[in-house]
């Protein structure tokens, strides 16, 4: 299986591991951070989210290689603190969201996240899951499927291809990858198809619409902040603007005075900053690898440390 995972060493470095630490990988994909924080935890515990059975059954593999002291759980990420306290688990030492799609899941063509590979219309992240991009494509309206072209996928020409793909689903169904692309490209002029490829914007804005990524990203992150220990850290890898808007404003929400208190001379502990930002400048994949890992084009690291 192959897999290169993103900003391995600067999110692991980030992550300040201690050995007798507890660790949550909230993206375990195919263990490749995962692996990484096990063999440096020789008396702490990892703990890793997933809601693909096939990353879970092949990172069991991988990790017990490594040792035993890890627990995989098959759920959204966004029930962390839920799934960790059933387990009787209310602090960590580190959290890392590697966010996106992981690669085999795009090399898989029946998942059908890739707009290069004919399959069904699928995009589930959660293959128990009962709805899927071909819900989002064919039962969807007019104005929801605008919308969320133009506010997931920043499509200039959103409504265009809305409108082609309704008026296409008078006589027959879209099923399949293939046949999206093809509606896509009628629906848009030459200069964009030129541009780059003109499906490229409008699969990410039904596979972010299947998975509800922004939103888990947005109710997910200030449960993780709470579940951190005193200089604890937390990793977020994003692949696309949309992500890491999110992770800036709610970073920034928790490394600032509060307003009402800004100015006094003596700050109550609940107005204090909870967090402090260890990398003021977002931090990105070095020409190297670049270079080696074209998938890494767009990732961005961002990192914090609990300090109350």
Same mark, same amino acid.
């Given at each position: 299986m192959k897999h290169v995972s993103v900003l391995l060493n600067e999110s692991i470095e980030g992550l300040n591991i201690r050995e007798d630490g507890i660790y949550v990988d909230c993206t375990l994909g195919y263990a490749g951070h995962s692996k990484e924080?096990? +063999?440096?935890? $020789?008396?702490? +515990?990892?703990? @890793?989210? /997933?809601? /693909?059975?096939? @990353? !879970?059954?092949? %990172?069991?593999?991988?990790?017990s290689e490594i040792s035993d002291n890890f627990v995989l759980i098959k759920s959204n990420f966004v029930n962390l603190k839920e799934e960790l306290n059933k387990r009787g688990i209310y602090k960590v /030492?580190?959290?890392?969201f590697d966010l996106g799609v992981s690669s085999p899941q795009l090399d898989e063509d029946y998942r059908g996240f890739s707009y290069h590979n004919d399959a069904f219309l699928d995009m589930r992240m959660d293959l128990s899951s009962n709805f899927s @991009?071909?819900?989002?494509?064919?039962?969807?309206?007019?104005?929801?499927?605008?919308?969320?072209?133009y506010e997931y996928g920043e499509e200039e020409y959103s409504r265009n291809i809305a409108k082609k793909i !309704? =008026?296409?689903? +008078?006589?027959?169904k879209i099923e399949t990858t293939l046949e999206l692309v093809e509606i896509i490209k009628s629906a848009v002029p030459v200069k964009r198809i030129l541009k780059s490829h003109p499906a490229k914007k409008i699969f990410q804005a039904i596979r972010i619409e299947v998975n509800k990524e922004l939103y888990v990203i947005e109710k997910v992150l200030p449960d993780a902040i709470e579940m951190l220990? +005193?200089?604890g850290r937390l990793c977020v890898i994003t692949f696309h603007s949309l992500e890491d808007k999110i992770v800036k404003k709610i970073f920034n929400q928790y490394s600032k005075i509060? /307003?009402?208190v800004k100015g006094l001379p003596n700050i109550p502990d609940q107005y204090k900053p909870k967090i402090r930002l260890v990398n003021k $400048?977002? !931090? =990105?994949? %070095?020409?190297? =690898?670049l270079e080696n890992n074209k998938r890494s084009r767009s990732s961005k690291l961002r990192i914090i440390e609990k300090i109350q």
């Open positions: 924080i096990l +063999k440096r935890i $020789k008396r702490g +515990k990892l703990f @890793a989210f /997933d809601q /693909d059975i096939n @990353a !879970i059954e092949y %990172s069991i593999k991988e990790l /030492d580190g959290i890392l @991009a071909y819900n989002v494509v064919n039962e969807y309206n007019l104005e929801d499927l605008t919308r969320i072209f !309704i =008026e296409y689903r +008078k006589n027959k220990n +005193k200089n509060d /307003d009402m $400048k977002v !931090i =990105e994949p %070095s020409k190297t =690898e």
